[in-house]
């Protein structure tokens, strides 16, 4: 068990290497209940979202999420975050749930409250302690909540997601109404590249559940696997590869942001950046030698320093070390061989387009 | 297969078999694997390097560290294991058969009296645990 964000968490169950691989060949299940659970309704939800993310709120549908960023008045990354229309609530208002990272959640809590300051028919509850999260990520996932849920309530597209209240998992007392507590939820999302789903029920059906996943054949992971699978999938990490002192742009994660909406936090900046360009870029690096690189081992073009590893580590998948950094823009073409110095050792590494893996 | 019980250890985590000819074999003990997790590369030094006692002779590399490799004996390497520098696996599975790492032609036989026993080796993990 280790440290990460406030929590303590399993950084591997068996091994991270098969556990990684568990995930590509069958199902692994992920406790990520550290993950922030805000949620947000009322007539004037819209209006916040509109306002802190980078995706225009009407056009998400209920039943329907997104991934997106909260960024900073200069443009820079806040977090980025996946936010769900959960079905509308009994008077026919809008309800949301902002799905953000664990390091993040208390900074996220205060944006969404300085930035609703002047709304009054909001409601904004934090459920990260009440709930927990599950995932379960693989080729096999739907053969294995099937076991858990009816198939007609399985979400039937990526981003999509369902609330199956007729079920087991959910928690309501006799006395609250039956949105005020948050679960259970089904989104098919994830943070590995394999198809998946997330499952978010109160705490009281958790431990069960988890049991009973395990029992139906799901393999359990840490935070190792996570990690690699992830990387492999070419999916940033808040605070590592994008965190407040970087841009979209930069991060070349452009098309999350929707220039065409209204006002949001940061598009001035943003705009004004596509203008002038910009002198540094995130790319993906798949290492031709041995040696796996890691966070801040400096990147190399033509022996000069252009840039720092952010993430790296060694993939399973394609038996090789990857890394993500960002790079001055001249060496960020795709194809450019760069090199890596790993402890001292210059290995060289080809610049490739993201992901490094995609499933097919 | 190689008997624990009767190899060499030093408090790095290397093990030495002396073979009857003056020679060594070196390796990574079972301790040293599991604390390591996942090994994806290893690196060895070339045939024909001399080493001296207690000096850097290589890296094992795991998804989540890198570790030094230093030799317990001085000497000259005369063999390396090719094997499980493609099967870097090997090193988490066998760690005392098929993971060995270098063969050492031994230039001071008296250095192996200074290193641990299997008894006192294993005293050393057993507070490392606690």
């Known amino acids: 068990m280790v440290p990460f964000a406030g929590w303590e968490m399993p950084l591997q169950y068996h091994g991270i290497l098969s556990e990684a691989r568990a995930v590509r060949s069958t199902v692994g299940l992920f406790d990520v209940s550290h993950m922030g659970r805000i949620l947000l309704s009322g007539p004037d939800a819209s209006t916040l979202l509109d306002r802190i993310l980078t995706f225009p709120i009407e056009r998400l549908s209920p039943g329907r999420a997104r991934y997106s960023f909260v960024l900073t008045e200069s443009g820079g990354i806040l977090d980025d975050v996946v936010i769900y229309r959960l079905g509308?609530?009994?008077?026919?208002?809008?309800?949301?749930?902002?799905?953000?990272?664990?390091?993040?959640?208390?900074?996220?809590?205060?944006?969404?409250?300085?930035?609703?300051?002047?709304?009054?028919?909001?409601?904004?509850?934090?459920?990260?302690?009440?709930?927990?999260?599950?995932?379960?990520?693989?080729?096999?996932?739907?053969?294995?909540?099937?076991?858990?849920?009816?198939k007609e309530t399985l979400p039937p597209r990526p981003f999509?997601?369902?609330?199956?209240?007729?079920?087991?998992?959910?928690?309501?007392?006799?006395?609250?109404?039956?949105?005020?507590?948050?679960?259970?939820?089904?989104?098919?999302?994830?943070?590995?590249?394999?198809?998946?789903?997330?499952?978010?029920?109160?705490?009281?059906?958790?431990?069960?559940?988890?049991?009973?996943?395990?029992?139906?054949?799901?393999?359990?992971?840490?935070?190792?696997?996570?990690?690699?699978?992830?990387?492999?999938?070419?999916?940033?990490?808040?605070?590592?590869?994008?965190?407040?002192?970087?841009?979209?742009?930069?991060?070349?994660?452009?098309?999350?942001?929707?220039?065409?909406?209204?006002?949001?936090?940061?598009?001035?900046?943003?705009?004004?950046?596509?203008?002038?360009?910009?002198?540094?870029?995130?790319?993906?690096i798949l290492m031709q030698g041995q040696g796996i690189p890691r966070h801040d081992y400096p990147i190399l073009h033509k022996s000069i320093v252009v840039g720092h590893v952010t993430?790296?580590?060694?993939?399973?998948?394609?038996?090789?070390?990857?890394?993500?950094?960002?790079?001055?823009?001249?060496?960020?073409?795709?194809?450019?061989?760069?090199?890596?110095?790993l402890r001292g050792r210059h290995v060289l590494g080809t610049v490739v387009s993201l992901p490094f893996y995609q499933r097919k | 297969m190689r008997d624990p019980s009767q190899l060499r250890y030093t408090k790095?985590?290397?093990?030495?078999?002396e073979l009857g000819d003056g020679s060594a074999v070196v390796g990574i003990t079972d301790f040293a694997q599991s604390q390591l997790g996942d090994i994806v590369f290893v690196q060895l030094p070339e045939v024909g390097t001399a080493v001296s006692q207690f000096g850097k002779i290589g890296e094992v590399e795991s998804v989540k560290s890198v570790s030094d490799v230093f030799t317990p004996i001085s000497g000259n390497v005369i063999e390396i294991n090719a094997k499980v520098q493609k099967h870097p696996e090997q090193l988490n599975t066998e760690p005392y058969d098929a993971g060995w790492l270098v063969k050492i032609l031994l230039s001071d036989m008296t250095e192996l009296d200074s290193l641990l026993s299997s008894d006192e080796y294993h005293h050393l993990i057993s507070i490392e645990e606690h």
């Not at chain 1, 394609?318 to 890394?323: C, E, H, K, M, S």
């Open chain 2, 12 to 17: 790095d985590h290397e093990w030495v078999d």
């Open chain 1, 88 to 150: 509308d609530s009994y008077r026919a208002e809008p309800r949301f749930l902002l799905v953000c990272n664990a390091n993040t959640r208390e900074t996220v809590n205060s944006w969404t409250t300085n930035w609703g300051q002047d709304l009054s028919q909001i409601t904004i509850q934090d459920c990260t302690h009440d709930t927990t999260m599950i995932a379960i990520q693989g080729p096999k996932s739907t053969e294995l909540i099937a076991h858990i849920l009816p």
């Open chain 1, 311 to 341: 993430s790296g580590g060694y993939s399973p998948t394609l038996d090789t070390g990857i890394a993500l950094g960002y790079v001055s823009i001249n060496s960020s073409t795709v194809g450019t061989q760069l090199s890596i110095d």
């Open chain 1, 160 to 284: 999509t997601l369902t609330e199956p209240r007729h079920s087991p998992l959910f928690v309501c007392e006799a006395s609250e109404m039956v949105e005020e507590r948050l679960g259970p939820l089904l989104s098919r999302t994830g943070y590995t590249g394999e198809d998946g789903f997330e499952l978010i029920v109160d705490n009281q059906v958790a431990d069960s559940l988890w049991q009973r996943l395990i029992q139906s054949g799901g393999i359990p992971c840490g935070l190792g696997a996570r990690d690699l699978l992830r990387l492999e999938a070419g999916l940033l990490l808040s605070g590592t590869d994008i965190h407040p002192g970087f841009s979209p742009i930069e991060a070349g994660v452009e098309r999350f942001v929707a220039f065409e909406q209204s006002d949001f936090v940061g598009k001035k900046a943003l705009l004004f950046q596509k203008l002038k360009g910009v002198e540094r870029k995130l790319i993906g």
